[in-house]
């Protein structure tokens, strides 16, 4: 049983509705370039990395689930829209999104899928100026912006 089990990662939702604990190392850390992980992060690319389908467990609430292909699912929370999950239906196996890792850092992914629909702007992001987000904000906003996301903690 899951509860019995200390678990080597946790993650959830931005709001917190649909929490989740992994109870062994995530594995082939990557990240994706297809169209429909664009779409279905709204970004240029999505980051995964999965465990056997018993190593993972829905904690609080259920993700929803839409079926991109007949052979995935992908899970999201129904009530903020994160991007949580990946599965191929025919493997024994489920990936989280590495943003929604409570520890994000912990993964480094190791590959990049589906390359031939690598988004132009992708390969200068690292190139672009940066701003600190005080430098980015106005100073009256900041108190405003304080933030009503649930913590990276259950
Ligand atoms: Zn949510
Ligand atoms: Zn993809």
Request: net charge positive; hydrophobic share 35%.
């Given at each position: 049983?899951?509860?019995?089990?200390?678990p080597?990662?946790t993650?959830g939702?931005?709001c917190?509705?649909?929490?989740?604990?992994?109870?062994s190392e995530?594995?082939?850390?990557s990240?994706?370039h297809?169209?429909m992980c664009?779409?279905?992060?709204?970004?240029?690319?999505?980051?995964?990395?999965?465990?056997?389908m018993?190593d993972?467990?829905?904690t609080?609430?259920?993700p929803?689930?839409f079926?991109?292909s007949?052979l995935?699912?992908?899970?999201f929370?129904?009530?903020?829209?994160?991007p949580?999950?990946?599965?191929y239906?025919?493997?024994d196996?489920i990936?989280?999104?590495?943003?929604?890792?409570?520890?994000?850092a912990r993964i480094?992914?190791?590959?990049?899928?589906?390359?031939?629909?690598?988004l132009?702007?992708?390969?200068e992001?690292?190139t672009?100026?940066?701003?600190?987000?005080?430098?980015?904000?106005?100073?009256?906003w900041?108190?405003k912006?304080?933030?009503?996301?649930?913590?990276?903690?259950?």
């Open positions: 049983m899951a509860a019995d089990r200390t080597v990662m993650g939702c931005q917190g509705a649909v929490r989740y604990a992994l109870y995530p594995t082939e850390p990240i994706c297809c169209r664009q779409k279905a992060f709204g970004n240029y690319f999505a980051p995964f990395a999965g465990v056997p018993a993972l467990a829905w609080r609430g259920k929803g689930i079926h991109s007949e995935v699912e992908r899970g929370c129904r009530d903020c829209g994160t949580l999950s990946f599965r239906v025919n493997r196996r990936s989280v999104s590495i943003g929604s890792l409570d520890e994000p480094r992914p190791d590959i990049q899928h589906s390359i031939e629909s690598r132009p702007a992708f390969l992001l690292h672009l100026p940066g701003q600190t987000t005080k430098e980015s904000i106005p100073a009256e900041l108190p912006l304080a933030s009503r996301q649930h913590p990276d903690h259950d």
